[in-house]
């Protein structure tokens, strides 16, 4: 696909990977729309760190995925939609589970909804690798069983059946990516790997909640390659393909690794508060990512060591954007 002035459409593109594919697409030469939840401060969320060259160059489009009529407006005239915007926290789900739900499976459906009617050329839409719960048996392959231990995971198997619903039903162009863990520059605190880094680089312990679960890490750089390349091929319509290193680890051997590549000993404190409910907690993660390799020739090339230190460097010179110390829900 030459993605040269290729209308696109990127929901959530104020998030940590969206504003990531953002600025790739951008940098591809394609005619980016971010739509970005509306907020009064006119906010555009990490797509405000983009350079200021290739931030002019995005269309930035407020509303909030729930509203028909705003989804419909940005997808007008629209060759392809990412769709990654959804309420991504997990601990927050269990807060507030109804806006969860509403924000990912309604706003999914108006997505589909509008794709279908403009007749756009390709719908990308995010899963999670959430929805598999814990792992009944390892590596996970798309085939695995569907779990909803979480409000948010409840949600995004919701989405993900209705993306598959408008490919069976009405053939719009759906493919369907499924990332497991990510890390890299700009990521919420509320995520585990940038609430070990900011922790360790101004004191000496760390606050955690389960250490001993594991998850398989992709950086960043690695997953907007995958999500173009989902795009770009013909042969992942009415698919959904695991994106991930094939690679566990457990979170008290990141803390530990992180420890290693910063020269620093890291005590790790468990907070109660930060404990998922006991039948909640997704205790393994491992993705077997061969569809991705067979569909897309796709493969991780940023190892996790080497990743690490690119997000550590990045966290070093961007600390005043966090707050170490403050449990992110």
Known sequence: ???????VLVTGAGGF???????RLVDRGADVRAFVRY???NDPGLLRLLPGERLDRVRIVMGDLRDTDAVRSAIRDVDVVFHLGSLIAIPYSYIRPRETVETNVLGALNVFEAARDAGVEKVVHTSTSEVYGTARYVPIDENHPLQGQSPYSASKIGADKVAESFYRSF?????TIRPFNTYGPRQSARAVIPTIITQALVQGKVALGATHTTRDYTYVDDLVRAFLLVAESPGTVGET??????????????????????????????????????????ERLWCDNTRARNLLNWSPAVPLEEGLLRTIAWFREHLDLYRPNHYVT
């Open 39 to 41: 907020n009064s401060r």
């Open 171 to 175: 053939d719009v162009p759906i493919a």
């Open 241 to 282: 393909i695991n994106v991930g290193s094939n690679f566990e680890i457990s979170i008290g051997a990141v803390v530990e690794t992180v420890a290693s590549l910063m020269g620093k000993e890291i005590e790790i404190v468990t907070e109660s508060g930060r404990l998922r409910p006991e039948k909640s907690e997704v």
């Open 1 to 7: 696909m030459d993605w040269n002035e290729k209308r």
């Open 17 to 23: 990977i969206g504003s990531h594919l953002t600025e």
